[in-house]
């Protein structure tokens, strides 16, 4: 049995949308369990088989099948992107236990660390090559990001 992210996901929608409380799903190569709500419930209180979830799936309609999909913000055409220079790990502080780097509000001034980008085991500061005020942070503490995805939104004025 192959599966993605995108088809746990829309697994997850159905479930969270049909009041399913526990589903296990179970080959020689793949275990995935899923539990909501409080108190757990047994797998014996419980019986749900796949053709019940793709029977619920299919009779769902598209939008609700969308699972973490990012409100669109709303961007300004002159704020600047402060993209990924590579791929790795997002960390908007030095330390967990420090202040963020930059935070929605903040003034920036060029050459000012905005966040760092752990990658290969190294730790690489990024640099704003812009003034200005951060207007969005996109990105969450410890997410892992590609190259040239944007980060944040600085406003140059």
Do not use: H
Request: proline fraction near 9%; charged fraction near 15%.
């Amino acid at each position: 049995m192959t599966i993605n992210f995108k088809e746990i996901s829309e697994l997850l929608a159905a479930i969270a949308k049909n009041n399913i409380t526990e589903l296990t799903l179970k080959n020689a190569d793949f275990e995935l369990t899923v539990s909501q709500g409080n108190p757990p419930v047994t797998s014996s209180s419980i019986s749900t088989t796949i053709t019940d979830i793709n029977s619920q799936l299919i009779s769902l309609p598209p939008e609700s099948l969308a699972v973490n999909q990012p409100a669109t913000p709303s961007i300004d055409k002159n704020w600047i992107a402060i993209e990924s220079p590579m791929v790795g790990t997002f960390y908007r502080s030095p330390a967990p236990d420090e202040p963020a780097f930059a935070s929605p509000g903040d003034r920036i001034k060029v050459g000012q660390t905005v966040c760092i980008i752990e990658a290969m085991k190294l730790m690489n500061e990024i640099e704003s090559e812009s003034a200005g005020q951060v207007m969005e942070v996109l990105v969450e503490n410890g997410q892992p990001i590609e190259f040239g995805q944007p980060l944040m939104y600085i406003n140059p004025n």
